[in-house]
């Protein structure tokens, strides 16, 4: 799962936000050091992750990619069902989406303390450029795809894969559906939220190279 998702299976406060979406981040960063709530939101998005790459729908997509892609089949999947997620929001959350975008930017924002430099960077940029509220048009997803290719450091096919996704569009789509209420029941019963403190003020919080 992308960004949205990772969010999408937070609570809704800025450590459990923070965490979920530091799992991505946490090259460098001492788990130790980090309030329980940002802690519980790792563990959170680590399960997330875990579930994913082990469902046998997903499993199953993935011969479907050429070999030029298959090594990043999980990738292009995980942009492709923020895609979906967003197309399909009213189906499985109450909140409406842009109400949804704006707390989280406003409580990934409050978290920029804890965070890492890439990943205060990467969260103003999320903000500033609105990558939430963008995942509705497809086209956007192979740009996204696009901009990864750019940032990988070793000789590869991967730029253009967002033509490969078009051609699977309709099964992709039906896996999410399967996958993602999936998803939601299997973090509601983990529960791996539901006893982390999150009440730690990021005015307590060390400061941690702040920009």
């Known amino acids: 799962m992308n960004y949205l998702a990772h969010l999408s299976l937070a609570r809704a406060h800025p450590e459990s936000l923070t965490g979920n979406l530091m799992g991505d981040f946490m090259k460098g960063v001492d788990m130790a050091t980090l309030p329980p709530g940002i802690q519980a939101g790792v563990h959170n998005h680590r399960a997330v992750d875990r579930f994913t790459d082990r469902h046998p729908a997903v499993l199953a997509l993935k011969p479907l990619f050429s070999a030029p892609y298959r090594r990043f089949a999980g990738i292009m999947l995980d942009v492709s069902f923020d895609h979906f997620l967003t197309r399909h929001w009213n189906r499985f959350h109450a909140v409406p989406q842009d109400d949804f975008i704006r707390q989280c930017y406003a409580g990934l924002l409050t978290g920029l303390p804890w965070m ?96």
């Open 116 to 211: 890492p430099a890439n990943m205060q960077q990467a969260v103003r940029r999320m903000v500033a450029d609105d990558w939430l509220g963008t995942c509705e048009d497809f086209t956007r997803v192979g740009m996204t795809l696009d901009r990864i290719a750019g940032r990988i450091r070793f000789p590869n096919a991967f730029a253009g894969s967002g033509q490969v996704l078009v051609h699977h569009r309709e099964r992709i789509e039906a896996v999410f559906l399967e996958l993602y209420p999936a998803l939601q029941q299997h973090v509601g019963e983990l529960g791996l939220e539901d006893s982390g403190s999150c009440l730690t003020s990021p005015a307590d919080s060390p400061d941690q190279s702040r920009p």
